[in-house]
């Protein structure tokens, strides 16, 4: 693999950049701020403190690649390949990943803020301490993973399949959780803020401690829960 460091590439199209060539390569510090990656082969392709701001990765085949540190806000991942990508520490703050397979793909430590993540498919898709306030998570499956210091403040996840994940100590507050199957689904420790009647249906199936039941029912009812 060859290492490519500090290019400028911003807004460029990529596959005419003869200094880069067919990879994979690891490519550090380099700007590809607005550039045009679209339909390449990103394979086991290394992304160091990089910047792809804007950029465009529209049906790339990008498995088992990696992001490290760097941004990629406003970046198109729609209808990608992300069998088995990493992306750690990367700022993909209203990035849109809308379409793609991310079967076995981990998001850790991450801001994805207004991320979109709408008609997503494939199975093992985890995110580890991601910020993913408002973000779109319309009918993903992430059942069965761990989704630990999560924050999903106002995230919609409407119609997601949750059954048997771990979402203990995650934020939910104002989540839009309409539809989701969370059956089994552990929220021990999460933050649920205070719901409707329609909000606490939506949480059917899923497991939280009597603490949590208890906060729920006063600030439903207004009643004072005492041992």
Excluded: K
């Amino acid at each position: 693999m060859s290492e490519l460091t500090g290019l400028d590439l911003t807004g460029t199209t990529l596959r005419e950049r003869d200094d880069v060539g067919a990879g994979p390569h690891r490519l550090v510090g380099c700007d590809l701020s607005g550039a045009d990656l679209r339909e390449l082969d990103l394979g086991g392709w290394q992304f160091v403190g990089c910047t792809l701001d804007d950029a465009r990765l529209h049906r790339v085949t990008a498995d088992e690649a990696s992001w490290t540190g760097g941004s990629a806000r406003r970046a198109q991942f729609v209808d990608a390949d992300l069998t088995s990508a990493r992306f750690d520490d990367v700022d993909g703050s209203d990035a849109r990943f809308t379409g793609s397979l991310t079967t076995g793909a981990v998001f850790e430590g991450c801001r994805l803020m207004g991320a979109g993540f709408a008609r997503t498919r494939g199975l093992g898709t985890q995110f580890l301490r991601c910020n993913l306030y408002a973000a779109d998570l319309t009918g993903v499956v992430l059942a069965g993973v761990p989704l630990t210091g999560l924050r999903l403040t106002e995230a919609v996840l409407r119609g997601a399949d949750l059954h048997g994940s771990d979402l203990s100590g995650a934020e939910l507050l104002h989540a839009d959780l309409f539809d989701a199957d969370l059956t089994g689904a552990d929220l021990r420790g999460a933050d649920l803020g205070e719901l409707d009647l329609d909000g606490l249906r939506a949480l059917r199936g899923a497991v939280i401690t009597p603490a949590q039941a208890c906060r729920l029912v006063e600030g439903l009812t207004g009643v004072t829960v005492v041992e």
